[in-house]
T-cell receptor
Framework: AQTVTQSQPEMSVQEAETVTLSCTYD???????LFWYKQPPSRQMILVIR??????QNATENRFSVNFQKAAKSFSLKISDSQLGDAAMYFC?????????????FGKGTRLSVIA | DAGVTQSPTHLIKTRGQQVTLRCSPK?????VSWYQQALGQGPQFIFQ???????QRGNFPDRFSGHQFPNYSSELNVNALLLGDSALYLC???????????????FGEGSWLTVV
């Protein structure tokens, strides 16, 4: 079974600074997807960024980028120019690509605080 | 275009009782998945419904059951409630097959269940 580990229960960052959230995962599969989700107090999971395992290029979405190290099974999220609205729980998630609609496997999350 | 809607938002039940949670998927989606998110944890996959059948199931006891209706909406039923069932229950919808990309998974805001 796949597992996802987020070793930082809480992180904080000054507004406009950069922060990196860590995630490691364990799998024996070669084809999969990795995601970062944001969960604000409204509780709705919002997709931040995704990475296909077969792509070597790291994904980028505006201020959000990832550092995907497949051999090390590491998938960190970098948030640049942090904003107050970035404060939330962040979850790293894994999804098998063996077939469609496989479930997401989540880590325990990292609570990010942004200091004005 | 309404996203994923869940009801009720909050509810309190007594140990041993039964509860039903409801989910309406995003328009155009035909697959519904349920996740349980205990306090301080990441969401855990309960099961997935497509074409009114349970297609995949996570590591949850038979006390957890579900149903999908012809209009794709879904119910999650939990019997013989335990204190440990207290959690946020998230519904996620997608279309089948989504080929694992994750871009089309939409989450609702969840139903907070407290068992006393």
């Amino acid at each position: 079974a796949q597992t996802v580990t987020q070793s930082q229960p809480e992180m904080s960052v000054q507004e406009a600074e950069t922060v990196t959230l860590s995630c490691t995962y364990d799998t024996s599969e070669s084809d999969y997807y990795l995601f970062w989700y944001k969960q604000p107090p409204s509780r709705q999971m919002i997709l931040v960024i995704r990475q296909e395992a077969y792509k070597q290029q790291n994904a980028t979405e505006n201020r959000f980028s990832v550092n995907f190290q497949k051999a090390a099974k590491s998938f960190s999220l970098k948030i640049s120019d942090s904003q107050l609205g970035d404060a939330a729980m962040y979850f790293c998630a894994y999804r098998s690509a063996l077939s469609g609609n496989t479930p997401l496997v989540f880590g325990k999350g990292t609570r990010l605080s942004v200091i004005a | 275009d309404a996203g994923v809607t869940q009801s009720p938002t909050h509810l309190i039940k007594t140990r041993g009782q039964q509860v039903t949670l409801r989910c309406s998927p995003k328009s155009g989606h035909d697959t519904v998945s349920w996740y349980q998110q205990a306090l301080g944890q990441g969401p855990q996959f309960i099961f997935q419904y497509y074409e009114e059948e349970e297609r995949q199931r996570g590591n949850f006891p038979d006390r957890f059951s579900g149903h999908q209706f012809p209009n794709y909406s879904s119910e999650l039923n939990v019997n013989a409630l335990l204190l440990g069932d207290s959690a946020l229950y998230l519904c996620a919808s997608s279309f089948f097959p989504d080929m694992g990309s994750g871009n089309t998974i939409y989450f609702g805001e969840g139903s907070w269940l407290t068992v006393v």
